[in-house]
């Protein structure tokens, strides 16, 4: 795991010197990639559901007071309490508290990004009561004492090998054979026994279904269902962003989510809680919380980002963004990575201390192709920049540069005369075919190749082609 005290730069740094990184990553995107393209190509209509995905999301953040007094209006009808937190530390403080109520030594969770958001983890190890993590992922990520580098594979940044050793370091009984297989059940066998004694339960929501109160959690491994059920309190939390109306807008976007985030169809789990156990039921939690997390998603209304309260989190954007794919999750410094972390991290933990993410960003546009809600990620990034530049965030080195550049590039003689001369330097450090060793250049040529510029420029070969029509403007 990276330091998250470092500048982002060290931080990218460090994740392209790691080769074994880079075949995590390559590994994991590359699997991703392949099956959501393969997912799309039998789902004709996903045009159309993205559409409707997206005036669904868009109508509940319109209305979105209506909805939530709704929502807590029927999940209360149903036996939930209903508790409201304005801040991460908010909301993690009336976790720990929900959880020193019930006398808990062991708390069960159930993976959830907005868990890490709140720091969730940190407070619950700070109060000293037990954390297991049930979902695979986040449980290699718990033994690794690591953060999630990725909002739907949390240990992409883990090789087999890696997690197999940690395995055989920590598990009682752990695998003897070197398969997934036997792996797996390692972790099944670690884990079992921490469910069923559980005192508390804690997982997120992908949705929270206004019309019943229900909240709808979706896994592939079963373990919300296993986490969730023995305990006897179980608490959610849940960002205010994540209403639908009604159980069937849960499933248009649950469509459009699992294609997006797993190329399958369908979770292997899908499933609603409403309320603690009522009479006559066999199993399931006495109390139930659910705790609805602001935490900025109401600044967001008001700063030009609510286009990004859509997110359905399926992770698309970072498994097709070519900054990710070279330096991975931990690199962002956040608790989301990739594009729409490079958008959200901002609203978090500031734009002064987060200015850079912005800039890690080719503006090829291809994290809103994929993205199945149509968020602008590249033009709420493109914001992000603007508001650095009118806040005077950008260091005097680039606000001096971009000066030199505004003056040169509104000179078109000048601008033709500096771009001769700077292919005349530029040829002079060719080698093979590209520039090598060049003064100023190194940020860019230590880890990728600058193609050396071509023998004619395109302004030459257009003098030649159209001679008389090409007139240096003064
Ligand atoms: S921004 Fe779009 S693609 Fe990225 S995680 Fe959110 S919904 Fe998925």
């Known amino acids: 795991m990276q330091s998250q ?26 699997t991703a990639e392949h099956k959501r393209a393969a997912a799309l190509a039998d789902y004709p209509q996903f045009k159309d559901a993205r559409d409707l995905g997206k005036r669904i999301k868009d109508h509940v953040i319109a209305n979105l007071d209506h909805y939530l007094l709704e929502f807590e209006r029927n999940a209360i009808a149903s036996g939930a309490t209903v508790h409201w937190a304005s801040t991460a530390s908010d909301a993690s403080r009336i976790v720990v508290d929900l959880c020193r109520q019930a006398g808990a030594r062991r708390v069960t969770r159930v993976k959830s990004m907005l868990g890490e958001e709140i720091g969730l ?87 929270l279904v206004t019309d019943t109160g229900a909240t709808c959690t979706v896994t592939n491994e079963g373990n919300a ?15 205010i962003e994540k209403l639908v109306p009604s159980t069937k807008h849960a499933f248009v976007l649950l469509r459009l989510l699992v294609r997006s985030a797993t190329g399958g169809d369908i979770t292997q789990y899908t499933t609603f809680h409403c309320g603690p156990k009522q009479a006559g ?31 359905i989190r399926c992770g698309a954007c970072m498994n097709h ?24 991290t901002p609203v978090f933990d500031g734009l002064k201390e987060t200015r850079d993410l912005a800039h890690a960003c080719t503006m090829n546009g291809k994290c809103r192709e994929v993205c199945p809600v149509d968020i602008p990620l590249p033009t709420l990034l493109r914001g992000w920049r603007d508001r650095s530049w009118r806040e005077g965030l ?10 030199i550049f505004a003056f040169v590039a509104s000179r078109p003689w000048l601008f033709h005369l500096g771009s001769a001369m700077a292919v005349r330097v530029m040829r002079l450090f060719k080698r093979g075919g590209h520039l090598r060793g060049m003064p100023l250049m190194g940020a860019w040529t230590r880890y990728r190749d600058f193609p050396a510029p071509a023998k004619r420029t395109f302004m030459e070969m257009y003098r030649d082609t159209n001679p008389g029509q090409h007139k240096e403007q003064k």
């Not at 994740?15 to 990553?25: E, H, M, N, R, S």
């Not at 023995?230 to 959610?236: E, L």
């Not at 991975?328 to 990739?338: E, K």
Request: glycine share 10%; aromatic share 4%.
């Open 5 to 30: 005290t470092l500048h982002f730069k060290a931080r990218v740094d460090t994740a392209l010197a790691d080769p074994t990184l880079k075949i995590a990553i390559g590994r994991t995107t590359g």
């Open 121 to 207: 983890p940190h407070a619950l190890d700070d109060a000293g009561i037990e954390r297991v993590e049930t979902d695979l992922a986040e449980h290699i990520v718990q033994l690794g004492g690591d953060t999630p580098s990725h909002i739907v594979w949390p240990s992409m940044h883990r090789t087999r090998e890696q997690v197999s050793e940690m395995f055989h370091k920590s598990h009682r009984a752990p695998h003897r054979e070197e398969t997934i297989e036997a792996m797996v059940d390692s972790a099944r066998r670690e884990l079992r026994d921490k469910f069923l004694s559980a005192d508390v339960a804690i997982s997120g929501a992908n949705f």
């Open 225 to 239: 269902e296993l986490t969730t059920t023995p305990p006897r309190v179980h608490i959610v939390t849940a960002g």
């Open 281 to 311: 039921d066999r199993d399931g939690p006495e109390e139930f919380h659910i705790v609805l997390v602001d935490n900025g998603r109401s600044r967001m209304l008001k700063e030009g980002l609510k286009e990004m309260l859509r997110c």
């Open 321 to 344: 963004c070519v900054v990710f794919r070279q330096v991975g999750g931990h690199a962002y410094g956040g608790v989301y990575p990739g594009p729409m972390g490079a958008v959200l």
């Open 394 to 403: 950008e260091p005097v080195s680039v606000r001096g540069g971009m000066g």
